[in-house]
T-cell receptor, first 114, second 111 residues
């Protein structure tokens, strides 16, 4: 079956521009997670969705970051007024439920802010 | 804040050698997972250990969860070039749904 997909796979943008990153989870997975992976760092939790709601947004690094999920499926992570320190790989994962031990990751979006 | 420390950060060995990487924390985790990530890809789950003292084997890979559920190790026997990648450990999620990741061990196995 299809895994988690993310688009675009790569994004180069100029400082100050807004970007949207998309995640298509595995069909039937109710929980969806966004992580950020910076060079030399581990995965940093950003936000998680159970259905369409995000019970905890505390991992978002600033108010320039926002995310939404519609129809309990596709999610979009938006970064406004991008900064160079936003450059990283943004990974999306999904799981059957929030309590599930196994999260399945997408290939990520590599964001470079010039 | 729960933290996971992985060591070594980098490891370069020859094909056929054995190796062990470590994942340590001062916190107790409900489960400990090991992932392997290859360039340009997302992490892929290798194993989940949930019971203190648990040992799981996956072909040439042996995973152990510490008795106190604070640490774990991954041992690879007779490493092959195909084992090359970034090995990440992650704790949780437990009741707070978050996975806490270590920074990873970058393994290179030279032919």
């Amino acid at each position: 079956g299809a895994g988690v997909s993310q688009s675009p796979s790569n994004k180069v943008t100029e400082k100050g521009k807004d970007v949207e990153l998309r995640c298509d989870p595995i069909s039937g997975h109710t929980a969806l997670y966004w992580y950020r992976q910076s060079l030399g760092q581990g995965l940093e939790f950003l936000i998680y969705f159970q259905g369409n709601s995000a019970p905890d947004k505390s991992g978002l690094p600033s108010d320039r970051f926002s995310a939404e999920r519609t129809g309990g499926s596709v999610s979009t992570l938006t970064i406004q007024r991008t900064q160079q320190e936003d450059s990283a790989v943004y990974l999306c994962a999904s799981s059957l439920a929030a309590s599930s031990e196994t999260q399945y990751f997408g290939p990520g979006t590599r964001l470079l802010v010039l | 804040t729960q933290l996971l420390e992985q060591s070594p950060q980098f490891l370069s060995i020859q094909e056929g050698e054995n190796l062990t990487v470590y994942c340590n924390s001062s916190s107790v985790f409900s489960s400990l997972q090991w992932y392997r990530q290859e360039p340009g890809e997302g992490p892929v789950l290798l194993v989940t250990v949930v019971t203190g003292g648990e040992v799981k084997k996956l072909k040439r890979l042996t995973f152990q969860f510490g008795d106190a559920r604070k640490d774990s190790s991954l041992h690879i026997t007779a490493a092959q070039p195909g084992d090359t990648g970034l090995y990440l450990c992650a704790g949780g999620p437990g009741s707070n749904y978050k996975l806490t990741f270590g920074k990873g061990t970058l393994l290179t196995v030279n032919p």
